[in-house]
């Protein structure tokens, strides 16, 4: 036959305890192993069998005391329903134990992780995705740095004199970037107009001017 969902319950602070009670645990002499299951998910003070509660037969119900509430809020979480040596454990608060110290204690760290979670929310801004501080800060830098470097080469084309309106020439004696790389590209755009310059001159100096073209018609019209 099946097994029917669990219903979904929730719980309030109020409900909620460090002391939980266990029951369904199997009689064969296992307080020690049910002791270091719970150990598992926090600091356990407490872990003894309640003879005075009524159970099932051959099963047995303990008592758990942990150090924090988070921790036995976590173990009834994962420990709830789990089969523990054939059997399936009920979990369950117990927060009628609680002493008044510890019901101060519980509502002050529950007070404390209200307002962390207030301000963690009101310092976030909306509609913006999560990155790390490394990727934010890198990312910043690179976006920086490019904007300063399209701002010196704004700058010094405006400076800039042009003997020749159809060539950017700017001087060939100063570097006008922080990056070496960028300043060697710009000296190879320099030489490379400078070749083209030369180039066009003297194409214009080697060419000679056309002979008149003469007319033969004349002469077979003689003939």
Do not use: W
């Amino acid at each position: 036959m099946p097994r029917e969902p669990a219903a979904v319950r929730v719980y309030t602070v109020c409900d909620e305890s460090k002391y939980l009670i266990v029951r369904n645990v199997p009689s064969l002499g296992c307080g020690d192993d049910l002791a270091n299951l719970f150990a598992t998910y926090g600091p356990v003070d407490e872990c003894t069998p309640m003879d005075a509660e009524d159970c099932d037969p051959y099963t047995d119900v303990f008592f758990i005391k942990f150090s924090q509430v988070s921790n036995a809020r976590f173990a009834k979480r994962k420990l709830d329903e789990s089969v523990f040596l054939g059997n399936r454990l009920q979990v369950s608060y117990a927060p009628q134990f609680e002493s008044l110290l510890d019901t101060k204690e519980k509502l002050e760290v529950r007070r404390k992780e209200v307002l962390g979670r207030m301000k963690s929310s009101s310092g976030r801004p909306e509609g913006l995705s999560h990155h790390s501080p490394g990727q934010g800060s890198s990312a910043a830098n690179s976006h920086r740095q490019m904007s300063s470097n399209k701002r010196e080469y704004t700058k010094t084309l405006h400076a800039s004199q042009f003997e020749d309106p159809r060539f950017t020439h700017v001087s060939s004696n100063k570097d006008y970037f922080p990056s070496e790389s960028m300043n060697a590209t710009v000296n190879l755009v320099r030489e490379k107009l400078d070749k083209i310059q030369s180039s066009s001159d003297n194409s214009s100096a080697i060419v000679a001017p056309k002979k008149p073209r003469t007319d033969n018609r004349e002469k077979d019209d003689l003939c």
